[in-house]
């Protein structure tokens, strides 16, 4: 597509609940990097995929955030037994090869946790 | 450790005239980057200009100027002849060569409102 595109748009869940968002970054784009953006705040860096490797998982808060990128195209992150401090914007961005100048972002996802 | 600090929570400008957007930053690798995002109300993050670390020259782009002075460590964002559009939140960003990853470090941010 001609940008990335992040689903849903919105998401409210209940604490304790499973949640799935989806990262669909431009066609080709080897480098895939997930951000969570508290409110007032700016991005902070989660998990960043070359192709399908996760090459850099530092920034994950704990072991209920996880991330795929099987196929090398489509990433999901993954928040299990969701919390009230899980609630934030989640921005994926893309890039042709990583340290190529700016990379695009989505418009992420915002996710509500009640 | 690797820091960018913002030290405007909020700024207004007048429509048609310049405004500057303060940036600092806090960093031990000589390779680096820095980046000037803007993020409307629709939420994405839009890259507007970028400076390398070893660019002797300041960057440009169209209206937007990357005041760049290595010594004092400042990415100050200029933007002349502002836009009722220009109106939005605007990042300074640091990404180092050094851990591979080539990561974004963001600030906190600079709210910029532009005034009819």
């Known amino acids: 597509g001609a940008g990335v595109s992040q689903s849903p748009r919105y998401k409210v869940a209940k604490r304790g609940q499973d949640v799935a968002l989806r990262c669909d970054p431009i066609s080709g784009h080897v480098s895939l990097f997930w951000y969570q953006q508290a409110l007032g705040q700016g991005p902070e860096f989660l998990t960043y995929f070359q192709n399908e490797a996760q090459l850099d998982k530092s920034g994950l808060p704990s072991d209920r955030f996880f991330a795929e990128r099987p196929e090398g195209s489509v990433s999901t992150l993954k928040i299990q037994r969701t919390q009230q401090e899980d609630s934030a914007v989640y921005l994926c961005?893309?890039?042709?090869?990583?340290?190529?100048?700016?990379?695009?972002f989505g418009s992420g996802t915002r996710l509500t946790v009640v | 450790a690797q820091k960018i600090t913002q030290t405007q929570p909020g700024m207004f400008v007048q429509e048609k005239e310049a405004v500057t957007l303060d940036c600092t930053y806090d960093t031990s690798d000589q390779s680096y980057g820095l980046f000037w995002y803007k993020q409307p109300s629709s939420g994405e993050m839009i890259f507007l200009i970028y400076q390398g670390s070893y660019d002797e020259q300041n960057a440009t782009e169209g209206r937007y100027s990357l005041n760049f002075q290595k010594a004092r460590k400042s990415a100050n964002l200029v933007i002349s002849a502002s836009q009722l559009g220009d109106s939005a939140m605007y990042f300074c960003?640091?990404?180092?060569?050094?851990?591979?990853?080539?990561?974004?470090?963001f600030g906190t941010g600079t709210r910029l409102k532009v005034l009819a």
């Open positions: 961005a893309s890039s042709l090869a990583r340290g190529a100048g700016g990379y695009t």
């Open positions: 960003a640091m990404r180092e060569g050094g851990s591979g990853t080539y990561k974004y470090i």
